[in-house]
């Protein structure tokens, strides 16, 4: 599997409105590959898509080594999700958490000791094992919410917008433990607003009306962009590759 | 399906549910509070009727039917009234439900082997009250009559032999209405309960977003109502314990038939209530919605269910109606197996019925939130 995502001419229709039309889009293994783009420019329904949530209205392409259309089921057993909101139960412990997913995940109950203990090493939630989650910082609710998307060790990880509503420092672990996600060939798919945290990705794909704008390593794309600008960046680019695409 | 992964939903499902402290009254106190209060309210028993009687005979024959009515528990001597005139102003003044006028040819009458006429004054505007009462008043009449004839020093019954009804009412001796009421009470809690849970925890997660979480996983459409369900299930079956064995500790009303074939039969009446709740999960947004929306279904499942008003009096197409419904079916049940002690062999149709509709509500249910979860 050298290609976590190789989708073509993926699009959905919601009656007359089109939200994707027709997109390209290549993962590698170990790669963070960014995905910006305004609200309702198609980011999330493509992630849907992706996830075998949606059923796509035209294209085709693989996920996780499955065929999009044949293998929606089995893809979900191959990826992790983390949604915007870390939707974990807070009335619950992290232990809790973390249980109920393995048993969803349909890990085998003899590795449950072990995988919950190198979740709680990864991410560090020793201290809030056994306290419930409402309580605890979004920092930690956000971690809790990786480890039980990784419990059932996926080879891609969808991220949507998982740094809203955490502090800067969470943020910068946060983006660390991506990034050695990806230094044991785990690929992660992360849709953000935040414009400075692309730079954190290998490369980037700007959707915009259902449409990818531009795609590639973010260095390269600004250079192209405004190449005689160096001291430019990914906003500066994006703002001339939207105006040019409403003019 | 995977048995682990539902195990571990069911487990997380009473870990949430007890949890809350705000469940845990919801769970053991509401059903037996409603339990008492419906017990007391919900009453049809003649019990102290307020009585007023003019006695223009004077005679001890007069004074014996007052007394006969006076001795029995549905009547309350409150006074004698001095004349017809103030007898209808009491009844106006709600001050007495009855009114007696005995005629003063009353005893004379009687002596010269003439039928001697008693007048009772009702108020009609409490109707349903009224018919029991008069009823009720007719019975106290009749036994003093009965009584009266068998003394064999008064005169014999001008119709010497004709027929004399000797009614034997079986299963409630004393038409009691508490006994008929109670296991009703007791199907209709459960009924509440269980659609109440069932829709609200699944509405719960969606408002929460947990549910998005869970589509992307390899969890099943079955898995997870299996996991909503039989938590429910369970719970609901505990409170039929609870609430029958407070039934019968508290109003002492009989179970005459098998406890073990009741639960059975409840177990299929909650296939059907959960499936309702299923149901009412996938048309809900917001867990205000689904508590409304309960609401609707509770109105014409207890009015159609023949809890209070009977089935067999009701138009035709309202039968039909009924017949859809799995609390007039689970009452049958209940009723037959509290008051007449049968079982299976008396009680299958009802059974059956509850299977049938059991497995088209909660199918559709699954149908349905296999289409459109959120």
Not at chain 2, 118 to 126: A, C, E, K, N, T
Request: hydrophobic residues 50%; glycine residues 8%; positive net charge.
């Amino acid at each position: 599997m050298a290609e976590a995502v190789a989708v073509r001419g993926l699009s959905k229709r919601f009656g007359r409105f089109t939200a994707v039309d027709g997109i390209d889009l290549t993962v590698q293994e170990g790669e963070i590959f960014g995905f910006l783009g305004p609200n309702g420019a198609g980011k999330s329904t493509t992630i849907r898509m992706l996830c075998g949530i949606l059923k796509p209205s035209g294209g085709c392409g693989r996920v996780a080594g499955l065929d999009l259309f044949r293998d929606a089921e089995r893809i979900k057993r191959r990826i992790g999700y983390l949604s915007q909101q870390f939707s974990l139960y807070d009335d619950l412990t992290p232990y809790e958490n973390l249980r109920l997913f393995l048993g969803i995940y349909r890990v085998a109950p003899s590795l449950w000791a072990e995988r919950i203990e190198e979740a709680v090493a990864s991410v560090g939630l020793r201290p809030d094992l056994h306290r419930i989650v409402r309580g605890l910082p979004p920092g930690a609710r956000q971690r809790l919410a990786l480890a039980c998307a990784l419990l059932h060790r996926p080879r891609l990880l969808f991220l949507d917008e998982p740094t809203s509503g955490v502090d800067p420092l969470a943020r910068r672990a946060f983006w660390e433990f991506i990034g050695g996600l990806t230094r044991q060939g785990i690929s992660a798919f992360v849709s953000t607003h935040h414009l400075e945290e692309a730079d954190r990705c290998g490369r980037v794909a700007l959707m915009h009306e259902g449409r990818i704008v531009a795609c590639g390593p973010p260095r390269r794309l600004v250079a192209e962009v405004l190449p005689e600008r160096p001291e430019a960046g990914l906003e500066d680019a994006f703002a001339i590759l939207l105006r040019g695409r409403a003019a | 399906m995977n048995g682990r992964c539902v195990r571990e939903l069911v487990r997380k499902e009473f870990l949430q549910l007890f949890r809350d402290r705000r469940n845990r009254p919801l769970l053991i106190v509401a059903p037996l509070l409603q339990l008492i209060l419906f017990g007391y309210v919900v009453t049809t028993d003649v019990r102290e009727t307020r009585l007023a009687v003019v006695d223009e005979s004077r005679t001890p024959l007069s004074r014996s039917l007052i007394e006969a009515f006076a001795a029995s528990p549905a009547f309350r001597l409150q006074a004698s009234a001095a004349d017809a005139r103030s007898l209808e102003e009491d009844l106006l003044q709600r001050r007495v439900d009855l009114g007696i006028h005995i005629a003063s040819d009353f005893a004379v009458r009687l002596t010269a082997r003439r039928p001697a006429e008693v007048q009772l004054l009702f108020d009609g505007s409490l109707s349903h009250l009224t018919s029991q009462r008069a009823a009720a008043a007719q019975a106290v009449i009749e036994d003093w009559n009965r009584r009266l004839l068998s003394l064999g020093s008064e005169p014999r019954s001008p119709a010497g032999g004709g027929i004399e009804g000797r009614i034997r009412t079986w299963y409630n001796p004393n038409l009691e209405s508490r006994p008929y009421f109670v296991p009703g009470i007791v199907a209709f809690l459960v009924m509440l309960l269980s659609l109440l849970f069932t829709s609200l925890a699944i509405v719960r997660e969606k408002e929460a977003g947990t549910m998005e979480q869970l589509i992307v996983t390899p969890l099943r459409p079955v898995e997870f109502l299996l996991g909503k369900t039989i938590p429910f299930f369970l719970v609901a079956q505990g409170q039929m314990v609870l609430v029958i064995g407070f039934a019968r500790a508290w109003f002492e009303v009989p179970l005459a038939g098998s406890a073990v074939f009741l639960f059975a039969a409840s177990g299929l009446f909650l296939v059907c209530t959960l499936g309702v709740g299923l149901w009412i999960s996938t048309v809900s947004r917001t867990q205000q919605q689904a508590v409304l929306t309960t609401f609707l279904f509770l109105v014409p499942f207890f009015l159609l269910s023949g809890f209070v008003f009977p089935i067999e009096r009701m138009p035709l197409l309202v039968r039909a109606a009924a017949r859809l419904n799995p609390l007039a079916h689970f009452l049958v049940i209940v009723r037959g197996v509290f008051l007449k002690g049968v079982g299976p062999t008396v009680l299958w149709p009802s059974c059956l019925a509850l299977a049938g509709i059991g497995a088209i509500v909660f199918g559709a249910a699954l149908l349905k939130f296999r289409k459109r979860p959120g």
